[in-house]
């Protein structure tokens, strides 16, 4: 309306004191309406819609008064791209199909039925194309605005769940510690009862091991919950991996595994809580260990570019199914027989916690997968 108002004072007559006065009306209530608008009202798609229709059917009216067919179609146009700002494919194309037929009627003549300038033609097809294309801009920014919001709502449905699973792990470790304390001595003093019946022994390993394993989940479950006091300092991050890729050669070596390592020539620096990332690296590695079939290879591959570094563990083993990728890094969600499903969840908490994330990729079920660390650098 602004601009419409500027074309008028330029080319209008002297003498429509009255037309004037009402271009001016309207802009200034238009200002008024948007300024006692509830902010809630002024982001839905058909009111932003109809502002862009009134501008449209003012234009046309204004500039009916003052002919001039340059302006017209530059406002025109103005009104086609700016109704991509609706964020709404239908919203529009309603906008720009009645912004497209006005500017149509605007050139019609009485003893014609359709303009025979040639220029009018190219430039009325350049706003259908236009509007054509930015209809499909708008659909695009929805549907990314709308992924950005599924993604930020399971986040925070994944913290509440965080919070209250924190509350409900402190009370079952509570209660449950006590007996499998219990279960654990009893079984080791039952050893030392039977040390020359060898089934007997078989069994109660197996119990003491199961009780150990419990143990451990219930550790796990337990720092899932809780929130971890970050030490944050400067760091090389070369100095938790290689001190992660110690811890969990133990393990790649009981399963006859090859872990291999490259680029970690350079420096990396970041910001962060050492012990946190050097737990965050070791999960995802203890998840490749599991996942790498026996006598497998297990790559480490570390890179840094676009201000962040890039921390890979690459399996060569089961592979997870594209619909599971979503949902790898949910609590207690686990493709393995014996896996807690914690392991992965608790590394994308620390790495957010860092400002960073743990992405995943897999070709599908046996041909492995990657996870990878993303962690800002430090500059």
């Known amino acids: 309306m602004a601009v419409i108002l ?42 932003q819609a109809g502002l862009f229709l009134g501008d449209a059917l003012l234009a046309t009216v204004i500039l009916s008064w003052i002919q001039p067919r340059n302006e017209l179609f530059l406002i025109y146009t103005l009104i086609v791209f700016g109704s991509a700002l609706t964020r709404n494919r239908r919203q529009s194309l309603i906008v720009a199909g009645v912004s497209i037929v006005l500017y149509f009627i605007s050139w019609w003549k009485p003893d014609a039925w359709f303009p025979r300038n040639p220029q009018f033609w190219l430039k009325l097809m350049f706003l259908i194309v236009s509007a054509a294309l930015l209809a499909i801009l708008s659909h695009d920014n929805q549907d990314a605005q709308d992924e950005d ?22 009370e079952v470790a509570h209660r449950i510690k006590g007996p499998l304390t219990t279960i654990a001595v009893n079984a080791e003093v039952a050893a030392h009862r039977h040390p020359r019946d ?7 390993t197996q119990i003491s091991e199961e009780v150990q394993r419990c143990k451990e989940i219930l550790k ?24 992660a890729l110690k811890l969990i050669e133990t393990q790649a070596a009981d399963r006859k595994l090859r872990l291999t390592s490259k680029g970690l020539e350079a420096a990396m620096k970041t910001t962060g809580d050492e012990s946190l990332i050097q737990e965050a690296l070791f999960a995802l590695l203890q998840n490749a260990v599991e996942a790498a079939r026996r006598g497998g290879h297990i790559r480490f591959e570390a890179a840094t570019y676009g201000g962040r570094h890039y921390l890979g563990v690459i399996d060569d083993g089961a592979g ?55 962690l800002p650098a430090l500059v």
């Not at 060898?198 to 109660?204: D, P, Q, R």
């Open 6 to 47: 500027l074309l008028f004072l330029y080319h209008g007559p002297a003498d429509n004191g009255w037309r004037l006065t009402t271009l001016i009306f309207f802009v200034v209530g238009s200002m008024a309406l948007l300024r006692v608008v509830p902010d809630e009202m002024l982001g839905r798609s058909w009111f």
């Open 149 to 170: 919001k599924r993604r930020f709502d399971e986040r925070l449905i994944q913290v509440e769940r965080l919070a209250a699973l924190g509350r409900l792990a402190a």
């Open 198 to 204: 060898k089934e007997t022994l078989k069994e109660l």
């Open 220 to 243: 796990n479950l337990l720092d899932l919950g809780r929130i971890e006091e970050m030490d944050t300092e400067p760091l090389d991050l070369r100095v938790p991996i290689e001190r």
């Open 320 to 374: 997870v199914a594209p619909e599971d990728l979503e949902r790898i890094f949910a609590p207690f969600f686990t493709t393995k027989k014996d896996g807690s499903g914690l392991g992965l969840s608790a590394a994308l908490r620390i790495a957010q916690k860092h400002g960073g994330t743990v992405e995943a990729d897999s070709a599908g079920y046996g041909r492995g997968a990657r996870f990878t660390l993303v």
